[in-house]
């Protein structure tokens, strides 16, 4: 098991949420949409400028923006290194 | 409020894409009212239904993830299921998305409303393999579960029927209990015990509702508790504070956070033991999500994207073309006809030139508004609307704005030739409040279709070999000053960090016909009825500070007289055919003689005297006055009172600059399109030249939008100071470029 940032994932990645670092406004926001730890979730794709990131999960899209992302650690199955990907 | 003459009021809540809106008017029909609530932009629609003599008035909440206090449709929503109290909320669920709408639904129970759950898109769920078992989710949450398809109307009467027969039976509200845990409940016991003793602010909600909002920090509620009492409120915050500090300490985590954890998890458990069967893998691409993989393509997403704004551009601008040129030739048919009718005089000075061309100028807006709805109606219904947003978002981003910005740039004209009415009114698709202020209030800066006749105009009379191009330039200058003027305003007065995006990308849906055209069709009723008002107010303002005071007595006889004089030579009858407006048509195989040669100088210097008259009349009218005032300042940037009138009048409506530059030209009123006579004149006047042109056109890009527009900003904007604003600060920008353009072009040496 290895922990990235959602930003660092690559299309079509899947994993289970385990920590959302934001408060205020944005933090609510990220968990009004279902963004909690355990919550399992897939990368759909990218904007055409690389940002923002849709995502899949709960059965729905939803689409944030890198620095939004950034927020949000994410367990990954694979052992696979998505270092310096969008950075 | 619910037992007004045996009425019941009834709130339709639920997730944005929820099909509430479908629902809505599946069941109200036409029979509904759009108005905003008090003193703020959200709209609030309001329709009725009859069912077995029960009056049913159905208030349709603005969609909303959460109950939270964070935007304004949150808490619009909120306010008004406490302080309405309606008997019954029909919230409107989702079912192929169930675990996020069931997040808002937990939360409308813990408030204790009576609440019947519209378990609607049963078919999407269907298809998307789900089985979701009714009966056992209603017994589990107990409330009545009623599903549906409200895009077929399917399900809608026993949900009528169920809302109706909780509405008689009228329950008392009981509250939800959610357990949060072992970090959060003993506090929150304690808060709930506390608060039920001293009944603090137990008339409007639940104790354990308001201790909750202690613990998530909810500003509203606090305010409204240290209001109430405020030792008790102060004490609640320090417990808040001390639970705050203990989770952080030990988890790192703030209690909102696991408040929002466990609510998830109670819908997880909800869910369970066989209440969704999935018949499919979870991951499985459906067609929305296939189509996505095209129209949000790396490559193809941005080109497929341009042609369909563009043709949202061409269909609002083509299709309304033809209804508009009706409109017109009608007014103008109607003002022609008054202009026989009535006598002469200020009287009827006011009822063509003030009143019939404002009203005109009101309803000549509306079919462009009619398609400019309908189009955006078909994009946001269809979801390709939050597609666009997702799409541009990274670069408008960079300039304060977000993605959805680009809808009301292209309308207002960015592809040269839209309009900032429907532009600015296209804003109301952004939820995030400062990027939508600061694109409503740049949108003007676009090339509108109003702007362009007085353009082409001077271009043709300055770099006549250079349309295309000097037409390209503008659209590009006109991108680019709305862009920086965008991050100016959103890094001045509208600063601060951006609104989080968090966008959700609903299925792509076939929109309903009747959706659309009630979503149409209410907001432009809207646009008629309040700015119908005002501006027919401010045209009539116009045409006065336009007439009056007009000639002096002394004046007015001294043309006479010079008529007169002319017109001594002639008989009688001779006298009326030279004084008529249309010139007499000789047949073609007559003769030239010399009378009526003579008859047509005669005219043409009639003529010439009553334009000499109309030019005098304009300059010492209350414009015209204003126009000489402003020449200390505008001669920085190159124009005299002529063109400061003619601007003037353009704040009534661009187009007008034109035909009032005529007038000040004594080139007699110049009807729309006949623009080259002025053009020609205004070549030829020593006193012109390119830069002077260049200047001026810089000006009008710039400057304040027209009337219509600012009636537009205020209402969007929601407060008069933001029409100011933009008068004042666009005015400031268009001067201070034009005076940039004048001066330093002058200094290199052009324009002599």
Known sequence: MNTVPLRRMSAGQKGIISRVSAGGELGRRIRDMGLVPGTPLQIQGRAPLKDPVAIRVRDFTLTLRNNEADLIQVE??????????NT | MSDRSGEHLIALAGNPNCGKTTLFNAITGARQHVGNYPGITVEKKEGFYQLNGLQLRLVDLPGTYSLTAYSLEELVARDFLVQERPRVVINIVDASNLE???????????????????????????????????????????????PMVARTGKGKSGLLEAAAELAERNPSWEPLYISYGPDIDPVLDDMESEIKAAGFLTGLFPARWTALKYLEGDEQIIKKGSEANSQLSMHLEALAADVTEHLRVTLDSYPEAIIADHRYGFIAALLKGGVVKRTQKADRLY????????????????????????????????YSELPVSWLGTGFAALGSFMESVLPPGPVKSLIVSGIIDGVGGIIGFVPLIVFMFLSIALLEDTGYLARVAYMLDRVFRTFGLHGSSVMAYIISGGIAGGCAVPGVMATRTLRSPKERLATLLTAPFMNCGAKLPVFAMLIAAYFPDKHARIMFLLTLLSWTAALLLAKLIRSTILRGPSTPFLLELPPYRLPTFKGLLIHTWERTWQYIRKAGTIILAISILFWALMAFPGLSESDRRTFDEKKQSLLAQFPEDMKQAALSK???????????????????????QLQAIDREAAQMSLKSSFAGRIGTALESLSRWSGFDWRTNVALLSGFAAKELIISTLGTAYSLGESKRGQDIPLGDRLA??????????????????????????????????????WGLFSMTFN???????????YQGGRWLGLGT
């Not at chain 2, 710039?702 to 600012?710: D, E």
């Not at chain 2, 005015?731 to 353009?741: R, S």
Request: glycine residues 4%.
């Open chain 1, 76 to 85: 990954v199955e694979d052992e696979e290194s998505h270092e310096g990907r």
């Open chain 2, 100 to 146: 996020r709408n069931l997040y808002l639904t937990l939360q409308i129970m813990e408030l204790g409303i009576p609440l019947v759950v519209a378990l609607n898109m049963m078919d999407v769920a269907a298809g998307r393999g789900m089985e979701i078992d009714v009966e056992e989710l209603a017994r589990r949450l107990r409330v009545p579960f009623v």
């Open chain 2, 287 to 318: 067609l929305s999500d296939q189509l996505d993989r095209v129209l949000t393509h790396r490559f193809f997403g941005p080109v497929i994207m341009m042609f369909i704004l563009y043709l949202v551009y061409q269909f609002t601008f083509k």
């Open chain 2, 582 to 604: 249309d010139a007499p048509t000789p047949p073609k195989d007559a003769p030239e003689n010399d009378a009526t040669a003579h008859l047509a100088q005669v005219r043409e």
């Open chain 2, 684 to 721: 030829a006047d020593p006193r012109w030249n390119p830069l002077r042109a260049f200047a001026l056109i810089v000006f009008i890009m710039l400057y304040a939008p027209c009337f219509a527009t600012v009636t537009c900003i205020i209402k969007e904007a929601g407060s008069w100071k």
């Open chain 2, 731 to 741: 005015t400031t920008i268009a001067f201070l470029m034009a005076t940039l353009v």
